[in-house]
Nanobody
C-alpha cells in the first residue's frame, strides 16, 4: 500500500513558477514509477509527466515540454514537478500517482495509487 500526499499548489501569475511535491509512504517507493496528471474543470484527467523508478527516464506531454521538469528523491520518498513559464491553461488540480508495473506512462489505468490532488491556478 502506498499513500501519496501532494503539496505546493497555489495561485500564480502567468509566467510564474511553482514546484509541486508528492510525498509517499511506504518503504518500496523506489520500486514505483511515478506520474503527474491534471484535471481542469469539466475536462478529463490528463497525463502531464512521468518518471521511472530510478529517475533515469522521464516522459512529458507535448504541451509542457521545455517548461515542466519531473524529478524524484528516493531517499526522501518524494517526487517533484517543477513548473516554469506557467500559462492560464495550466490551471487544474494536479495529482500524483504511483505505478508498480507497466510502461504506458500516459495511461491512467497503469497507476495503482493516487493522491488527493493540489490546486494550481494561473491568472492572466
Amino acid at each position: 500500500q502506498v499513500q501519496l500526499v501532494e503539496s505546493g499548489g497555489g495561485l500564480v501569475q502567468a509566467g510564474g513558477s511553482l514546484r509541486l511535491s508528492c510525498a509517499a509512504s511506504g518503504r518500496t517507493f523506489s520500486s514505483y514509477g511515478m506520474g503527474w496528471f491534471r484535471q481542469a474543470p469539466g475536462k478529463a484527467r490528463e497525463f502531464v509527466a512521468a518518471i521511472n523508478w530510478s529517475g533515469g527516464s522521464t516522459y512529458y506531454t507535448d504541451s509542457v515540454k521545455g517548461r515542466f521538469t519531473i524529478s524524484r528523491d528516493n531517499a526522501k520518498n518524494t517526487v517533484y514537478l517543477q513548473m516554469n513559464s506557467l500559462k492560464p491553461k495550466d490551471t487544474a488540480v494536479y495529482y500524483c500517482a504511483a505505478a508498480q508495473y507497466g510502461s504506458n506512462w500516459s495511461s491512467r489505468a497503469m497507476y495503482d495509487y493516487w493522491g488527493q490532488g493540489t490546486q494550481v491556478t494561473v491568472s492572466s
